[in-house]
């Protein structure tokens, strides 16, 4: 039995990354074997196991044979004759297809260091097309690793055009693709997940509203920022937070409850998300009005700071709608109009004779008068 260290640890160890988690490969042993070990099984088809001190996934040595559609579409098998290099070729990237022996020494039967080097993201083999969702992890190494210079290989993105077009983004499931889509928000640079699904047209696929947002898919070369790509550029500096980039990007696919409702369907988003493009769409238009100027709606939104989840989403509101312009203008209008407004004391009115309606009136006047000197002094309206 010999045991490796495979895959994201060695990657991003030779990267200079932190290993966030460490998976290894067993080669020369059987399920009895590791059973025997008192190794715990982790998965009812694959032949992987958890330590029994560390919880870290131990993975026999295995080979595939496709045998239906989909990523659960093959046939395992694990015997102990499996080698190591057997085992990483069925990997998805050559990066991804490197292994670390016990002495620390590399072993890449693919050319992996390579590709790190020279910052590629591409295939181990022709197998590459047998599993969809390959694609979606391409896109999402991109966001990853866009830091680094990392692009598609040439022979990659070919081979990612030919499983759009044959069909085969119909056998995922919106479930695994949401998992890898808010993966890949938490990146640097959550953008380039959708630039390669585009580029290589399985956006449309997946997401056609964010696809149609985004235009023309053109070429496997740079191009001019779309709306939703511009967007998460914006946002990324002011939040960490994988759902408000998501919406940020989705800007244009929340215009209405029936397409928040026709998105959220699409992407099986969850609650936080769901509610958040609820939200947007129903904010939205207090938004516009008030970057546009108007003075009632901005006093409007105000209103509304309370209602909305203690504050938390209002403000995410406000930095997904700011987002979408090439500077900032609702939260600096809410930074001066709103100390302003609070400004005017309740108190101070009653003593001044005012009470009731009438007091609630004159509340709603002075702050309103307040925010407008405030912004007009701060050189924010006319």
């Known amino acids: 039995m010999k045991i490796y260290l495979v895959g994201g640890a060695v990657r991003d160890r030779l990267l200079g990354l932190p290993v966030v988690e460490r998976d290894w490969v067993v080669v020369g042993a059987t399920p009895s074997d590791m059973l025997?070990?008192?190794?715990?099984?982790?998965?009812?088809?694959?032949?992987v196991f958890l330590h029994p001190d560390t919880g870290e996934e131990y993975a026999l040595a295995r080979r595939e044979t496709k045998s239906g559609e989909g990523y659960r579409g093959f046939e395992v098998y694990c015997g102990a004759d499996v080698s190591l290099e057997e085992d990483l070729r069925r990997r998805d990237l050559t990066i991804n297809a490197m292994a670390q022996d016990d002495d620390g020494g590399l072993i890449d039967p693919f050319g992996g260091r390579d590709d790190l080097d020279e910052g590629r993201l591409c295939h181990v083999s022709p197998a590459f097309t047998e599993d969809p969702l390959r694609v979606?992890?391409?896109?999402?190494?991109?966001?990853k690793l866009g830091r680094f210079g990392f692009r598609v290989a040439h022979d990659t993105h070919r081979l990612m055009k030919e499983m759009v077009g044959r069909g085969d983004m119909q056998h995922l499931t919106a479930e695994r693709v949401w998992r890898e889509m808010i993966k890949a928000m938490a990146t640097d640079q959550p953008w380039r997940f959708f630039e390669v699904l585009q580029r290589c047209g399985a956006l449309e696929a997946l997401i056609p509203r964010l696809a149609a947002a985004m235009g023309s898919p053109g070429s496997h070369t740079e191009a001019a920022d779309s709306a939703p790509v511009a967007a998460l550029k914006r946002i990324v500096p002011a939040t960490d937070d994988p759902a408000e980039r998501?919406?940020?990007a989705?800007?244009?696919?929340?215009?209405?409850?029936?397409?928040?409702?026709a998105v959220a369907e699409d992407l099986r988003a969850d609650r936080d998300v769901a509610t958040l493009l609820r939200k947007l769409s129903s904010g939205r238009p207090l938004c516009d009005a008030a970057t546009h100027g108007d003075i009632d709606a901005?006093?409007?939104l105000i209103g509304t700071w309370r209602g909305w989840n203690h504050d938390r989403d209002f403000e995410r509101l406000v930095r997904i709608h700011d987002a979408q312009a090439?500077?900032?203008?609702l939260a600096p209008l809410?930074?001066?109009?709103l100390p302003a407004a609070q400004g005017v004391s309740p108190a101070a009115l009653q003593a001044q004779g005012f009470a009731g309606a009438e007091l609630g009136r004159q509340l709603d006047v002075q702050r309103r008068d307040a925010a407008q000197q405030a912004l007009e002094r701060a050189g924010l309206v006319t």
Request: glycine share 2%.
């Open 334 to 337: 809410l930074d001066v109009a």
């Open 36 to 47: 025997g070990r008192e190794f715990k099984p982790a998965d009812s088809v694959f032949p």
């Open 250 to 261: 989705l800007w244009d696919c929340a215009s209405s409850e029936r397409e928040v409702a």
């Open 326 to 329: 090439e500077r900032p203008i």
């Open 246 to 248: 998501l919406v940020a």
């Open 298 to 300: 901005l006093m409007r």
């Open 136 to 143: 979606i992890r391409v896109a999402r190494f991109a966001a």
